[in-house]
C-alpha cells in the first residue's frame, strides 16, 4: 500500500508532499495512520510550529488523538504517533471528510500505479500542481 501526504501553509499553498510505500498494510486504518505518523513527522522535519494533520479515517483520528493507551492491533503505530506528537507542542490530528483529503488520495494512487515514492518540497512538480488544482488546493509549480 501507498500513502500520500501533503503539507500546506496557512494560505494552503503546498509547502512539501511524500508519496510513501508501507510495506505489510493490513487495512485503510493502517494506511491512515502511517500516514498521520507521517504528517507529524513530516511537520518535525520542516519545524511547522502547531501543524494540523487532517485524515479521513475516524477510528484513526480517535486512536491518535485518545489520552488512553490503544490496544488495538496497529498499537504501536498509535504509540509512535503520540511519541511524535510531543514533539509538536500544539499539533492537532482532526478528521476531515473524504472530499477534502482527495489530493492525498489521488497522489497515492499516482505513486501505487507508478511504483515510485517521492518527496518534494515547493514548488511541486506540473503533474502534482494538477492533482492539487482537482482538489482547490493553491499551489505553486516548477
Known sequence: MVIGVVARDGQGSIIAVITKSIDRCQDAEESEARAILTGLQLGIELGLHEPIVMSD?????????????????????????????????????????????CFAHNLAQLAFQSGTCNFWLAPVPAYISELAVADGVNFESE
Open 57 to 101: 479515517c475516524t477510528a484513526a483520528v480517535n486512536a491518535s488523538t485518545s489520552p488512553v493507551p490503544n490496544l488495538s492491533k496497529l498499537w504501536s503505530v498509535y504509540k509512535d504517533i503520540s511519541n511524535v506528537a510531543l514533539r509538536l507542542p500544539g499539533c492537532l490530528v482532526q478528521y476531515t471528510s473524504r472530499k477534502f483529503n
